[in-house]
């Protein structure tokens, strides 16, 4: 693996592996296998397989200790924002895994390294490498470093369905009027912004605004919510 690669890892998350053949797995597509056959290069598919499992649990675990009043529904919802494709190839640009994915030359010329399915792979098997060449709490570690923290910043906020949540706490003893009233639409046509209301059996409980209509009610609900804490 790139030397500058590992002094990466070694510098923004702590990570140094002990079996660098995971890491070159870890981040080999096959079509890049398929272009060396003497090299009995493995590709990244079996790895990303466990690595997907080993940060599941990671998350769920996190986020079962981290919201002890939350139901189970709403927690399958939060990790399913921090269990997507998404979610992951923003990760892996933010890591700088897209620099160091080994091609073959037809994905290459067809910018497969900017592809978020493929980054979304790879990610996963980044994190099965570090499972297997050392453990669990490497795997913790660097998750409480990358992506813990967007919980706070409220980076999941887009993908969590605060609409649904809003309308099962509201509607907890009986049915109610739950309305979105778009108040204000500007800026140019690439830059759209909105600005949403929703009321409660015609009460205003909450005001959202974003870039469409869907995240502006979101918002709206995510405000809401707070009246039902």
């Known amino acids: 693996m790139d030397a500058a690669f590992d002094k990466e890892l070694a510098d923004n998350f702590g990570i140094k592996f002990h079996n660098e053949s995971l890491l070159d797995e870890a981040f080999t597509q096959a079509s890049y296998v398929n272009e060396h056959p003497g090299h009995k290069l493995k590709f990244y598919e079996r790895i990303e397989f466990l690595g997907d499992a080993v940060y599941e649990l990671v998350v769920s675990e996190y986020i079962f200790k981290r919201y002890p009043d939350l139901p189970q529904g709403q927690l399958t919802r939060l990790r399913a924002a921090m269990v997507n494709e998404q979610s992951f190839s923003s990760f892996a640009r933010e890591c700088h895994f897209d620099k160091y994915i080994r091609l073959g030359h037809g994905e290459e010329k067809a910018n497969a390294r900017n592809r978020d399915s493929l980054l979304c792979d790879i990610f996963e098997s980044f994190i099965g490498a570090v499972y297997l060449d050392q453990g669990m709490k490497p795997v913790v570690r660097f998750c409480e470093k990358v992506i813990f923290p967007k919980l706070d910043a409220g980076w999941f906020d887009e993908f969590f369905d605060h609409k649904t949540e809003l309308q099962e706490r509201a509607q907890v003893n009986g049915p109610v009027a739950i309305e979105y009233h778009l108040l204000d639409e500007n800026g140019p046509e690439n830059h759209r912004r909105f ?35």
């Open 195 to 229: 600005k949403v209301a929703v009321t409660i059996d015609g009460q205003e409980y909450g005001i959202g605004s974003g870039h469409s209509k869907k995240n502006a009610e979101q918002g709206a609900a995510k405000q809401a919510l707070k009246h039902f804490d």
